[in-house]
C-alpha cells in the first residue's frame, strides 16, 4: 500500500477487500473549482466502502482529501459510518472520533479550516493578479482558444491553426 500513497497529485484510493490487497483507484487531479468541491472519485470511493468492495480510503494528505472542512468531515463521517477506516500519507491513520479524546476532533477540524483558507487565500491571490494583468491589457484568462497564443502577455494569432479554421467548415 505504501506505493499507493506515494504519489504527489490528488488521488483518492479505495484499497479493496480481497486477500491480495488489490488497490483500485479514482484518479482526481483536480486543477479547477467544481461547485461545492465536488469530487466524484472521492463519492466512489465512499460508494466501495460502503458496499465493502474496499476497506477505506487513502490520500496523501487532508486537505487533498477535501478543500471544504464540511466535505472533509462529511467524507471521514460516511467512511467510518459503514466501518472503513482513513488513511493520509502524512499522518498515518486518521482515527474516528472519540468522546473521551475532543483534542484528536479539533486538531483535524483545524487542519481542515487552514486548508479552506489556503485555497481560498490562492484563489484571491490568482484573481487578483488576472484582474490587475487585465487592466494593463495583458492577456490574462487561461489558455487560448485553438488558432491564438499567448505571448509576452498578448494574445496573437498562431498561423498554422488559423490556415486549419479558415479551411474547415463552418457550421452554424
Known amino acids: 500500500m505504501d506505493a499507493a500513497i506515494a504519489r504527489p497529485r490528488w488521488v483518492v484510493y479505495a484499497v479493496r477487500a480481497s486477500p491480495s490487497g488489490e488497490a483500485v483507484r479514482g484518479e482526481g487531479a483536480v486543477r479547477h473549482h467544481r461547485p461545492g468541491d465536488e469530487r466524484p472519485e472521492l463519492a466512489t470511493a465512499l460508494l466501495w466502502v460502503e458496499e465493502k468492495k474496499a476497506q477505506g480510503i487513502v490520500a496523501p494528505n487532508l486537505d487533498r482529501l477535501a478543500r471544504e472542512l464540511v466535505v472533509q468531515e462529511a467524507a471521514l463521517a460516511q467512511c467510518w459510518k459503514h466501518g472503513g477506516r482513513a488513511f493520509m500519507e502524512d499522518q498515518g491513520e486518521i482515527l474516528?472520533?472519540?468522546?473521551e479524546d475532543p483534542m484528536r476532533t479539533a486538531m483535524r477540524q483545524m487542519m481542515g479550516v487552514f486548508a479552506q483558507l489556503d485555497r481560498g487565500m490562492t484563489a484571491a491571490k490568482l484573481r487578483r493578479g488576472r484582474r490587475i494583468q487585465g487592466e494593463k491589457g495583458q492577456y490574462a484568462y487561461g489558455a487560448p482558444s485553438y488558432g491564438w497564443q499567448a505571448h509576452k502577455n498578448e494574445l496573437?494569432?498562431?498561423?498554422?491553426?488559423?490556415?486549419?479554421?479558415?479551411?474547415?467548415?463552418?457550421?452554424?
Open 96 to 99: 474516528p472520533d472519540d468522546s
Open 156 to 172: 496573437t494569432e498562431e498561423e498554422m491553426e488559423q490556415a486549419g479554421r479558415a479551411r474547415a467548415p463552418r457550421t452554424a
